[in-house]
T-cell receptor, first 112, second 116 residues
């Protein structure tokens, strides 16, 4: 089944404790992206990747890192999480940029 | 600068009636438009799309209308069903033949509630 898998679904952590949210897609998509959803703000792009080893900042990249060492994986790294990063995060992929995106089920992150 | 706007945060419609969700955009270069549907605790799922060469696209109960001169997009759901209760996001992108596509830009979403 074609899908985007992200883990974990729920995560509670404390300020400053490094964490990684994993994302994997099985559709051989070139383009992958991370979004955060906050009330009244919709889906805001954090980082994106056009292909392996090619990543770039989205609209709200501060406090986040990503890597794209393999085509299928695109982890999101929070080196020193802060409470303002409490949010619902989605990983998404598409064959190419600008085309229909397929989303993961989301990761609800709470930073205390 | 919000290039894609959904000015109604919420909408309530009686079951069986028509639901109309609206979306406005400011970037005249946008030429590919999509609607996504999102249930609680799930990721957004693709619903329907339209390219700028068309002004209407239908898929079952869902129809998307595009008015390029007004830079306005709408999604019609007829008839509305309780399972349609969700948050709906519109999105837009530029498909550039020479310079490549640009990323999808999303609106802020409209929460649709269908009243039984």
């Amino acid at each position: 089944e074609a899908q985007v898998t992200q883990n974990p679904r729920y995560l509670i952590t404390v300020t400053g404790k490094k964490l990684t949210v994993t994302c994997s897609q099985n559709m051989n998509h070139e383009y992958m992206s991370w979004y955060r959803q906050d009330p009244g703000l919709g889906l805001r792009q954090i980082y994106y990747s056009m292909n392996v080893e090619v990543t770039d900042k989205g609209d709200v990249p501060e406090g986040y890192k990503v890597s794209r060492k393999e085509k299928r994986n695109f982890p999101l790294i929070l080196e020193s999480p802060s409470p303002n990063q409490t949010s619902l995060y989605f990983c998404a992929s598409s064959y190419r940029v600008g085309e229909k995106l397929f989303f993961g089920s989301g990761t609800q992150l709470s930073v205390l | 600068d919000q290039q894609v706007k959904q000015n109604s945060p919420s909408l309530s419609v009686q079951e069986g009636r028509i639901s109309i969700l609206n979306c406005d955009y400011t970037n005249s270069m946008f030429d590919y438009f999509l609607w996504y549907k999102k249930y609680p605790a799930e990721g957004p799922t693709f619903l329907i799309s339209i390219s700028s060469i068309k002004d209407k696209n239908e898929d079952g109960r869902f129809t998307v209308f595009l008015n390029k001169s007004a830079k306005h997009l709408s999604l019609h759901i007829v008839p509305s069903q309780p399972g349609d209760s969700a948050v709906y996001f519109c999105a837009a992108s530029v498909w550039g033949a020479n310079f490549g596509n640009e990323k999808l830009t999303f609106g802020t979403g409209t929460r649709l509630t269908i009243i039984p």
